[in-house]
């Protein structure tokens, strides 16, 4: 399927972007009491793989929630090419996609409406056009035999995949994963790990990955950050990570199972 | 405090919902397939019920006024009071009722594990407003069917009391005569009012459990949870704006 993803690549019908590059100002964001994200501050440049690490709850996912506007800040603010992430004009005029979590595929909607969806409520095409775009889409993910089957009906690799394509058919020009390869096997997340790259090779997206995935990190990232405590205690290429020199970012990458005194031990005394 | 904090957002968020709704309302000639999903599901779907239910209503209220009338020997009057408390009351009251029952819950329901699965926020990533596909549609079949819904029941509740007047012993009023006081006093404008009555009911049962369902937090749980506060929110904003919208109608009457 790889030669065929890779060589289809000037046929696809997809335009080739124009990246944007992201910013991010003295973020600061409490639920409640807790303080999630701390003064963060973060530049990614136009059609760069960043990939972000982290413990779970550490905010990686609030974050990307801040980035494409479903968070308000308490304070700073999120830049996209230099303009208010929340404003109108980035909004109406920048392509933007989340890949998340969960997927978050409509669930009343078939595979092939899921994608046309975006296409449609915003007049994109006739409804031939529509249906060649998507099943483009499809075709690129090798998903063509999953159009008509309901979310429900599929495996959780090929949700991970319907769920990029349709991020796709949106042709975004920042596109942000939550987790992408997170309850995969390691063949199918390797294949996740390989479309991210071509996407952005082929598109010039600018991409930014949440994962806690050391093998995609050093394989596809062009940076990596670590976030710990709302604030990121390690940036850099991701040969950076092989011999860290803070002790967290090494604990963090390589713990080491210590049946002798086991850390839950510690926890819960 | 807290309660009283919780149900001004309710208000608030229930309001703004309103006005997303309705600014886009042009593009709802481009939501017809939404639309008549929404109508089917809204009208089809609560025919039964609300043809069962209002039949035993007019029968049972044809039972009792004849009761208390046998005494004055005024039974000939049992269609003009049927008839008008179903148009002006039961009918519409019933239907309201029905609704938050069978199509409020179910929206909260839909709405609310779209909103914890994370698909309302796909929406808005979408740019997709989830008020102009979710709501509108929902809000303006609704506004179709329930005059259809109260008409329905209303001749099915006039109905059935027809048939308990002449099958009950102590009532034995032909339907010929039930009809002919019943037409005395039901006017044209007591339908359109009870219908302007079901409208309201109606649209504010769809609003309010759409808002609920929109601004669920968390997981499985709160979904029942969400459902309960909907339909228990509709109910009681059925049975206290009946009183208010009761009254304005009488005014604007007289
Ligand atoms: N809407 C919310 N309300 C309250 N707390 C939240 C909300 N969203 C996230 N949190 C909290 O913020 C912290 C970071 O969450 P998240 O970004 O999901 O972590 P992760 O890095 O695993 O993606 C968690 O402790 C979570 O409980
Ligand atoms: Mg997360």
């Known amino acids: 399927m790889f030669t065929q993803f890779s060589n289809s690549g000037e046929s696809v019908g997809f335009r080739e972007n124009k990246a944007v590059g992201v910013s991010i100002e003295h973020l600061s964001k409490s639920f409640n009491k807790l303080n999630v994200l701390k003064d963060f501050s973060l530049k990614v440049a136009p059609g760069e793989i960043f990939v972000l690490m982290g413990p779970s709850g550490s905010g990686k996912s609030v974050l990307l929630r801040h980035i494409i506007g479903l968070e308000m800040p308490d304070s700073g603010v999120v830049l996209i090419n230099g303009k208010d992430a929340l404003s109108e004009d980035i909004r109406e ?114 991409t930014i990955v949440v994962s806690h995935d050391r093998d995609l990190a050093m394989s596809i990232a062009d940076r990596v950050g670590i976030l710990m405590n709302g604030n990121l205690i390690h940036i850099g290429t991701p040969e950076s990570l092989k011999n860290p020199t803070d002790k967290r970012v090494s604990d963090f990458l390589y713990p080491k199972v210590d049946l002798n005194n086991p850390r839950f031990k510690k926890i819960i005394p | 405090m807290n309660s009283i904090r919780s149900v001004l957002e309710g208000v608030g968020s229930t309001l703004i919902l309103f006005m997303r709704s309705i600014s886009h309302v042009g593009t709802l000639s481009r939501q017809k397939s939404r639309f008549i999903e929404q109508c089917y599901v809204i009208g089809y779907t609560t025919l039964p019920i609300v043809g069962i239910l209002s039949f035993f209503v007019g029968s049972v209220l044809a039972l009792q ?33 029905l609704l938050a029952g069978r199509v409020g819950s179910a929206i909260t329901a839909e709405l609310a594990s ?131 919208v009761t009254k304005l109608l009488l005014a604007i009457l007289s």
């Open chain 1, 93 to 206: 005029h920048v392509r933007m996609a989340l890949v998340f979590q969960a997927g978050a595929l409509f669930n009343s909607l078939t595979v092939f409406d899921n994608l046309a969806l975006y296409l449609r409520e915003h007049r994109l095409g006739t409804e031939k056009q529509i249906k060649d775009k998507v099943m483009q889409a499809l075709t690129l993910l090798s998903l063509e035999d999953a159009a008509k089957k309901y979310p429900s009906e599929l495996s959780g690799g090929m949700k991970k995949r319907v769920a990029i394509s349709r991020a796709l058919v949106m042709e975004p020009q920042l596109l942000l994963y939550d987790e992408p390869t997170s309850e995969l096997d390691p063949v199918s997340s390797a294949m996740i790990d390989e479309i991210i790259a071509t996407l952005r090779d082929q598109y010039r997206v600018t």
């Open chain 2, 65 to 97: 006024s004849g009761y208390s009338m046998q005494d004055f020997g005024t039974q000939q009057f049992i269609g003009a009071l049927v008839g008008l408390s179903m148009v002006r009351e039961l009918g519409p009251m019933m239907v309201a009722i």
């Open chain 2, 114 to 244: 779209m909103k914890v699965n994370q698909e309302v926020d796909a929406l808005v990533t979408m740019n997709i407003p989830p008020a102009k596909i979710l709501v509108l549609p929902r809000l303006a079949a609704v506004l179709m069917m329930m005059p259809v819904l109260t008409v329905i029941s209303n001749l099915v509740g006039w109905f059935g009391g027809a048939l308990v007047c002449k099958y009950t012993g102590f009532i034995s009023v032909e339907p010929q005569q039930y009809f002919q006081a019943l037409r005395h006093v039901v006017k044209f404008k007591d339908v359109i009012d009870g219908i302007c009555k079901a409208e309201i009911f109606g649209f504010i049962v769809v609003l309010v459990c759409s808002s609920i369902g929109l601004s669920t937090r968390g997981g499985p749980r709160e979904i029942g949870a969400a459902v309960t506060k909907a339909v228990v929110s509709s109910l009681v904003l059925i049975l206290v704006l009946d009183y208010f």
